[in-house]
């Protein structure tokens, strides 16, 4: 009997949505099964870690300080070799996704599975890189989608593990429930407003020290120009996300209160998103003191106020 083609659209539909759970989304264990082991934090993973941390501050130093030893360690092109960084580790945040394929790498004769895996990648997208830097074809484009599509990467994955700590604390308060614990699901989403807006206002002295008072004595012209970066940009952006934060706790209130089963789960629901959201607003501060940092405005005032030319 032949399907519809409706149902083989349906069969299609799922087929694929079912592929992008299992590489995006993945499934929160609190209690009975185990997750699939990630390898995260154990010896096997520093051979990653160290390729990331040389090749960061070697990319960022030869920037300002170039010489001839940045051809050297990125084979005679720093543009295509950092190129092919960023997408080395784009295939690999999605290969390492796939449970099968990580276990694969990590378990047996892992250093010579890892060596063998990173430099195909490596090699294979130099040579792409170098082709199409050879042929003069504009790059940028390509280089802001590809950010965007690892910051859409990193802020999945970011968002994933928040929400597993989260569940794993709520689980831990439901276990051992008191009206003590119930307290604390109910105040918590205030108290953890509260410290976000504390943190919002000690960014901003922050700000506002490293921009005068540390680039200010030695750098004046700099630093004021770092000074109206992180005003006319960073920190409306801080409170633009303390807004949106406070509007999302609001829904989440609304929402908990006419679908939870119990004003229980609804409490502890709130305290859960709750603490999801204070993860995220520490990964957005991170994400924009590294915008900061690696500012060329930034950069010139530091360059000014240590003397470097």
């Not at 995260?40 to 051979?47: L, S, T, Y």
């Not at 801080?238 to 209160?257: A, C, D, G, M, N």
């Not at 991170?286 to 530091?302: E, S």
Request: glycine letters at 4%; proline letters at 4%.
């Amino acid at each position: 009997m032949k399907m519809k083609p409706k149902e083989n659209l349906t069969k299609i539909k799922d087929s694929l949505l079912q592929s992008i759970r299992k590489v995006f989304i993945q499934e929160l264990y609190v209690e009975g099964e185990d997750p699939p082991k990630s390898y995260f934090g154990e010896r096997k993973f520093f051979g990653l870690y160290g390729i990331f941390l040389i090749y960061s501050f070697l990319v960022l130093i030869g920037i300002n300080f170039p010489g001839p030893y940045l051809d050297v360690l990125t084979f005679g092109n720093p543009f295509v070799f950092g190129n092919a960084l960023v997408a080395f580790f784009l295939v690999l945040s999605i290969l390492y996704s796939v449970d099968k394929i990580r276990i694969f790498f990590f378990e047996k004769h892992t250093a010579i599975k890892q060596i063998i895996l990173y430099v195909v990648i490596i090699s294979s997208f130099f040579i792409l890189f170098s082709y199409v830097y050879d042929i003069n074809t504009n790059l940028i484009s390509y280089l802001l989608g590809l950010s965007t599509f690892w910051l859409v990467l990193l802020s999945i994955r970011f968002y994933m593990y928040s929400r597993k700590f989260a569940t794993k604390i709520e689980a831990k308060f439901i276990t051992k429930y008191s009206s003590f614990c119930r307290f604390i699901a109910f105040i918590a989403p205030y108290f953890i407003l509260g410290v976000l807006v504390v943190m919002a206002l000690f960014y901003r002295s922050l700000l506002v020290y490293i921009s005068l008072d540390f680039f200010g004595p030695f750098a004046p012209s700099e630093a004021v120009g770092v000074y109206e970066l992180e005003m006319r940009l960073i920190m409306p952006l801080i409170y633009f996300s303390l807004i949106l934060t406070l509007l999302f706790i609001i829904f989440e209130f609304v929402f908990t209160r006419r679908r939870a089963e119990t004003k229980r789960a609804g409490l502890f629901d709130n305290y859960t998103f709750s603490l999801i959201v204070l993860f995220i607003f520490f990964f957005q501060v991170f994400q924009l003191t590294l915008f900061l940092i690696l500012n060329p405005v930034t950069i010139t005032a530091l360059k000014a106020t240590v003397g470097a030319n």
